[in-house]
């Protein structure tokens, strides 16, 4: 939590934590898009309860977020490619059956222009903490251990 002052409440708290995880994501999708052409972008698992994610999700990338009628989309995945192993479907393409959406969050454009500034600082941070982080790893490696001393 960087910039946290004593006026903060739970809810700006929460909603850091979720902007932090999508700009982590978003991160990921701008490393994706050197090597493909993204075209959807689908949030699952326990964010995908969440409509304020949902659309934190969608200003950030500047996608529109779908949000699949089935819950248990990884389940899904697993069924799809032992398909393809028991010879049900010749491939992934094959096994690719459509998707039905919930639910779609559209990227509002004011917001998406300023999570762009904010990713902008967001990476500079990560180049700055890089260093600091793996100081923080090699001082916990060689830290106190409690039961040892006992």
């Not at 479907?89 to 004011?110: G, I, S, T, W």
């Not at 100081?135 to 060689?142: A, R, V």
Request: with cysteine.
């Amino acid at each position: 939590m960087y910039g946290l002052s004593a006026w903060h409440n739970k809810w700006n708290i929460l909603r850091a934590v979720y902007e932090g995880i999508t700009c982590a994501h978003y991160d990921y999708i701008q490393s994706l898009m050197k090597l493909t052409d993204i075209k959807d972008v689908w949030l699952v698992g326990g964010g995908a309860a969440s409509n304020i994610w949902g659309q934190i999700f969608a200003d950030v990338t500047g996608f529109t977020v779908k949000i699949p009628k089935i819950n248990e989309i990884a389940s899904r995945g697993v069924a799809l490619s032992a398909g393809i192993g028991a010879g049900i479907f010749k491939d992934h393409q094959a096994a690719n059956l459509p998707l039905e959406v919930r639910n779609e969050y559209v990227p509002n454009p004011a917001y998406n222009k300023r999570y762009a500034e904010q990713i902008q600082i967001y990476k500079k941070l990560n180049t700055v903490l890089r260093e600091i982080w793996e100081d923080l790893y090699q001082f916990s490696k060689n830290g106190i251990n409690e039961e040892k001393n006992q």
